[in-house]
DNA sequence: CAGGTCAATGTAAACGATTACAGAGGTGCG
DNA sequence: CGCACCTCTGTAATCGTTTACATTGACCTG
């Protein structure tokens, strides 16, 4: 069926080592013999064998890439940074995703080995004592996003910086109770946006607080106008914890007749690419997802091609203010590309 | 370095053989060897060498995926369909995405080869011809949405028919004068609404169609605005051929005080989540772009499993209207779920 | 011209799994 | 009791590469 070293080695009349030399680069070989190879192996249209050749030199050129369940956009950026640094380096990607329990991720974690030579992770669900476990001493993965020990490099989104830029710019323009509309409990995003909402909050000296549940979808942004109007004292401002929410609550104040920026203001935050065309267009904070990608495969790859026990890396990259007029103050400027970018 | 079959033979002092027979159910073994030698496995944290086994078994339980530069909602979704499936029959997924240009394309397909057992391809780059010269006689292959040979499977999404199913759903409404956003012309998408567009119009006769340059892209729709309201006669509706292009042209609607749907009504494509949450609520086609990916991995599997050659699939998935009130009619009504459901 | 070096190629031993075949021991039946 | 048959396990061939080592000339040098 599939043609192989072999064949290619007889239609050039020579032995497969030196098929393989050719093919390789490696090794002197006679640069007509050279071509007469490179000829043969174009016309049988031949192909190495991916798991003999692993099997030799113990290397996969593959990288396993192991996700939760997550929504649209992140999810393509991040697979889009990974793959674009990897395919320039090489590597192939084996992508597992939509996990929805601990089981079956740790489940995936035992499937990859032996078929990649690193792993990106970047599930809450998998903790780093059970990715110990499952693999063999000294196996290079990189966490994303992750809560992980020290025990493997890790890169993280600076979402607690971000959000306590974003709080800051809302009190600069004269808010005083700002809100906060949270993500799911469980993800780390969410609890960073949250934690850092906190710390901005209290550093201001405003405790007056308010926080509603949310889970990142839509829905629950427009859910939440209902409590947000509910009380007396009510807040002034909004802070989402992603733009998906900021979209469902501006679509529920619309309905209600509720101005914004005037009667109140609405700040996301991940600048999907449709929150500058929502009206009005959402003041957000700018996640660098693709760049996440490409670094985390970046890491990866250094740590594959380095010495194994050297020191391990923990980065944030940071994000970015992007100032529409969903929070005032530049209500009346002409739309521009982007807003205006700060940080 | 990494443990073998041996190691864990030795372990439980059997032969690899019966370790073997034992980790794959095969052959008859006692309870007690086999017992003793799952938990020898379990205990040296023995995984089997994927390249290794694919050597003798000639399978890689591996599907490759090959798909060009696409926007986030899509991709995310479709790989989504197609991992959800593919794990539950236990094979992996090998994703190479954002291929820029043809040549890469072909290259990726090569490297590809050899390490998976079959593939699917949604790429407008990469010509069936191309596929079948660089692919082995009767390799396994499911093309999606692209137009493709008889060659191969393949799958689509009845583009032409939702498109034929808006632009008569907005006649009925009235609109006189529909334009049509056009987007990228070398996507099949994107031609294939077009087609549907035009064969309606024609349908009722009207042969005033007006058709606007597009990408896909919210700032093409922003920037198509202009050349709407430019001419005399100009149109009372606008279908445009994705919903973030639609939901560009809202928002420059919405900037120049053009009311929707009462000075124009728009239409768009795929109903993204968002679509709903937008100010009025979009009316789009649905598009079940997870089923097609799922269906995608159960079309390549089985042609996996079954005799090699059997006759060649071809299937188009239908796609859903979603009333909601950017064309009129239903403006207030109050916001349901998910807005009414024709066909 | 002997001996050493070097370039170009071939031979064969790995790599880690699966599996055909064989052997050992037990059981049933005529 | 002898033979066939079944169950359980081991031995060794095999898959398609890479690469250490061997081999063969050609060329250079003293």
Redesign the interface.
């Known amino acids: 069926?599939?043609?192989t070293i072999r064949e290619v080695a007889r239609e050039a009349s020579v032995s497969v080592a030196t098929v393989s030399r050719v093919l390789n680069g490696k090794g002197p070989v006679q640069a007509e013999t050279a071509r007469r190879i490179r000829t043969a192996a174009k016309r049988l249209?031949y192909?190495?064998?991916?798991?003999?050749?692993?099997?030799i030199t113990?290397k996969?050129t593959?990288l396993g890439v192991l996700l939760p369940?997550?929504?649209?956009?992140f999810?393509?950026?991040l697979?889009?940074g990974i793959?674009?640094y990897a395919?320039q380096k090489g590597y192939?990607?084996?992508?597992?995703?939509?996990h929805s329990d601990r089981a079956e991720s740790e489940e995936?974690v035992?499937?990859?080995?032996?078929?990649v030579d690193g792993l990106i992770v970047l599930s809450p669900d998998v903790r780093p004592h059970a990715l110990k476990?499952?693999?063999?001493e000294g196996f290079p993965v990189v966490l994303v996003n992750t809560a992980g020990g020290a025990a493997f490099d890790s890169l993280t989104v600076d979402n607690f910086g971000g959000a306590v830029e974003m709080v800051r710019h809302m009190i600069s323009l004269g808010h005083g109770r700002i809100a906060f509309l949270q993500g799911p409990s469980a993800n780390r995003d969410a609890t960073e946006r949250l934690r850092g909402y906190r710390e901005a909050m209290a550093e201001h000296g405003r405790d007056g607080t308010m926080e509603i549940a949310g889970n990142f979808?839509?829905e629950s942004?427009?859910e939440a106008c209902r409590r947000l109007l509910a009380g007396k004292n009510r807040p002034t401002a909004v802070f989402a914890a992603n733009d998906?929410m900021a979209?469902?609550l501006?679509?529920a104040f619309?309905?209600k007749g509720i101005r914004v920026p005037q009667d109140f203001a609405i700040a996301g935050f991940d600048d999907?690419?449709?929150a500058?065309?929502?009206?009005p267009?959402l003041t957000s904070v700018s996640v660098p997802i693709a760049e996440l990608g490409a670094r985390a495969a970046q890491v990866l790859i250094a740590g594959l091609e380095a010495d194994p026990v050297r020191r391990r890396r923990r980065e944030t990259l940071a994000t970015r203010l992007v100032v529409r007029s969903s929070c005032g103050e530049s209500g009346s400027r002409p739309?521009s590309a982007s807003g205006t970018a700060y940080g």
Chains 1, 2 share one sequence.
């Open positions: 069926m599939s043609v249209h192909v190495p064998h991916g798991g003999a050749r692993s099997l113990r996969t593959t369940e997550l929504h649209g956009e999810f393509s950026e697979i889009r793959d674009v395919r192939h990607l084996l992508v597992s995703s939509s995936m035992r499937a990859m080995r032996g078929r476990a499952n693999l063999p979808r839509e942004g427009y998906s979209i469902g501006l679509c619309q309905e999907i690419p449709i500058r065309y929502v009206t267009p739309r």
